[in-house]
């Protein structure tokens, strides 16, 4: 602690609409995230393309733009007004994703999909800061996770709706329906009251100049739980969606379900596991960090040293039905993580810091979760698929013909299963950092 106290705030009503607001364009944000993977089947069918190529689709396509501009948004973020750029970046996100109805081939589909992560960018460094402006550093993760069951939400809509709709009407259509609402949203934001920024922090800090992005890197650099943090949370969000985005292809194979059945699994597993695992980090890690504030660090490492072998077993189950509590259960604790972590990171740092400090965390959190995650389960399906293929897997089992051949389905169920299992084991890395973050948290939080 650096001695320097908050000064005394009237206490306010809870900001209810705001709150509603914001869980509204989490909610936005992952049915637009999770559309593509519900809609998988039917994209990898049409348009011809291997797990690899799909995993670079859900993954590194959307990542990299989502992250590199998260920076820069972020500034913007901490130097203007936080509400009308939410509006902008929704309409831009809710634009792409309907255009993407429009792609001809694979390309036009990535390209469109790094667009919509532009959009989407915006999203976390302004919901984040907001939040933070609106309720005391010991209750900011609780807000935070009531914010990201918005998520949770979303990611029952996008796995249950995408794949019913992609039955229903075509993959093509579905992009244009879930698009829709975004339009609305964009609207419906400007109507929030933009909160007084620092409002809960010491008038010396609000006096001081906002740092240029080197001097922010250089004081982010010298705090070490920071950069545990950063690789923590990078390394939980690589076995979040390199799992969870395969699930529903996952789910297809291994227990021959159609779009809307998987789907609906995929959007419960997500949904319940996001919910439950944010609140339980978010209101845990306040809880018990009034006690001490190492919980922050240590309640993410051990429930992720818990999920690691949780998603194993699950994953390597015969059916659905024995599959799906470990899974859930793995993905919940691991989704403990999300809350304690972006509320550390705001005790870490001064108000005009907040935007860009949790765009960072996010540019480990998507780069290497959701840009790597995807892309390396994909590469390890196809990888083991060819080794269980008698033939030329590459050739023989690609596009819609190869979807009803029984040795594909078999070779591709082994790729997929194997991958994902892999791909658990970095929980136990994640962990390691956080328990390393753990031991210089008291001196960095301001």
């Not at 396509?61 to 203007?80: E, K, M, N, Q, S």
């Not at 018990?288 to 309640?299: P, V």
């Not at 705001?346 to 995650?373: C, D, H, K, W, Y």
Request: charge should be positive.
């Amino acid at each position: 602690m650096n001695g320097q106290e908050a000064p005394e705030v009237k206490p306010e009503p809870y900001p209810y609409w705001m709150m509603f607001i914001l869980l509204l364009v989490a909610l936005s944000c992952f049915i637009d995230r999770v559309i593509v993977a519900a809609l998988g089947p039917a994209i990898k069918a049409d348009l011809g393309i291997s797990d690899a190529q799909f995993g670079l689709l859900t993954g590194l396509a959307f990542a990299l733009l989502y992250t590199t501009a998260g920076i820069p948004v972020a500034r913007l973020a901490d130097r203007r007004k936080r509400v009308p750029l939410l509006a902008i970046a929704t309409t831009i996100w809710s634009i792409m994703t309907m255009l993407s109805a429009y792609a001809a081939n694979y390309w036009q589909l990535l390209l469109l999909r790094l667009g919509v992560g532009i959009g989407e960018s915006a999203a976390s460094p302004c919901t984040v800061s907001m939040v933070s402006d609106k309720f005391p550093r010991n209750k900011r993760a609780t807000a935070l996770a009531v914010v990201a069951l918005g998520a949770s939400f979303g990611s029952l809509i996008g796995g249950f709706g995408g794949g019913w709709l992609g039955e229903t009407v075509g993959w093509r259509n579905t992009f244009l329906v879930v698009g829709v609402p975004g339009l609305l949203l964009a609207l419906m934001i400007l109507t929030v009251k933009e909160p007084i920024r620092g409002r809960f922090d010491s008038a010396a800090s609000m006096a001081r100049e906002m740092p240029s992005f080197m001097a922010m890197l250089r004081i982010l650099k010298a705090k070490r739980t920071f950069l545990h943090l950063g690789m923590a949370c990078g390394l939980t969000s690589f076995v979040n969606f390199g799992i969870l985005l395969f699930l529903p292809m996952y789910f297809g194979r291994a227990y021959d379900m159609s779009m809307t059945q998987a789907g609906l699994l995929f959007g419960l597993v997500t949904a319940v596991s996001n919910g439950i695992g944010t609140l339980l980090g978010g209101m845990g890690a306040d809880w018990a960090g009034k006690r001490d504030e190492r919980w922050y660090a240590w309640l993410p490492a051990i429930f992720l040293t818990c999920a690691a072998p949780l998603y194993m077993i699950g994953l390597s189950m015969p059916n659905w039905q024995t599959a799906m509590p470990l899974v859930v259960l793995g993905a919940t604790l691991a989704f403990t993580f999300y809350a304690p972590t972006f509320g550390a990171v705001q005790n870490m740092v001064e108000p005009r810091m907040r935007g860009t400090a949790s765009a960072i965390i996010i540019f480990f959190q998507n780069l290497v979760g959701m840009g790597i995650g995807p892309l390396f389960v994909g590469f390890l399906s196809d990888t083991f698929a060819a080794r269980a293929f008698s033939g030329n897997y590459s050739e023989q089992c690609r596009g819609q013909a190869a979807q009803s051949v029984a040795e594909c389905a078999a070779a591709g169920t082994i790729g997929i299963r194997y991958g994902m299992v892999i791909c658990a084991c970095f929980a136990l890395w994640a962990a390691f950092h956080y328990w390393k973050a753990s031991r210089t948290l008291k001196a960095d939080v301001i």
